[in-house]
């Protein structure tokens, strides 16, 4: 049995995500915007980290203890599927990977915004909206003022944040 080798100009592509578009590529360097998308990332996942009691004592009892009485009631009045959902709602914890981003992003406003605290506020505001899916027009809503000029503020401490980031030649995530 003979075998022929035949080589090809143009080798094949077995990459399968050449093509797809990846979301959290990192750039070669910081700036701004992913500055921004860090540190709203940051919040929503201090957000979704558990905050119970003293020491790990936080309370084990459900909010309300329902009799099935009550449970009829809420059937007649269509209320049981919502207290269902929110009884049998599960909380995705964040990954260890998620948490160590979170430790190093979250004290960047205060680090490199310190001696100007209208940007840090602008900054950690604007943060937040995102993080809860909002834009600049609700902190606007919520705190008063334009929300190009918090949307502003933002990209300024942001870009503030970056360039003492990249001066410490600090890995971008």
């Not at 990459?15 to 959290?24: F, G, H, K, S, Y």
Request: hydrophobic content about 40%; some cysteine.
């Amino acid at each position: 049995m003979d075998c022929v080798l035949i080589r090809r100009d143009d080798p094949l592509k077995f990459n399968p995500l050449e093509d797809a578009v990846l979301e959290d590529i990192a750039p070669p360097i910081w700036h701004g915007p992913h500055v921004g998308k860090r540190l709203a990332e940051a919040m929503r996942t201090l957000r979704s980290l558990p905050m119970g009691g003293v020491g790990g004592y936080g309370g084990s009892w459900p909010p309300y203890a329902y009799e099935f009485e009550d449970m009829l009631a809420q059937a007649e009045q269509g209320e049981l599927e919502k207290t269902q959902r929110l009884q049998n709602r599960v909380r995705l914890l964040p990954s260890y990977a998620d948490v160590t981003r979170m430790e190093a992003a979250i004290c960047w406003p205060a680090q490199y915004l310190a001696r100007t605290s209208w940007l840090l506020v602008a900054v950690n505001a604007v943060a937040f909206a995102r993080s809860i899916e909002r834009d600049a027009s609700w902190v606007a809503n919520r705190r008063g003022g334009f929300a190009e000029t918090w949307r502003d503020r933002h990209d300024r401490g942001c870009e503030i944040i970056a360039a003492g980031l990249r001066d410490e030649l600090a890995p971008v995530f």
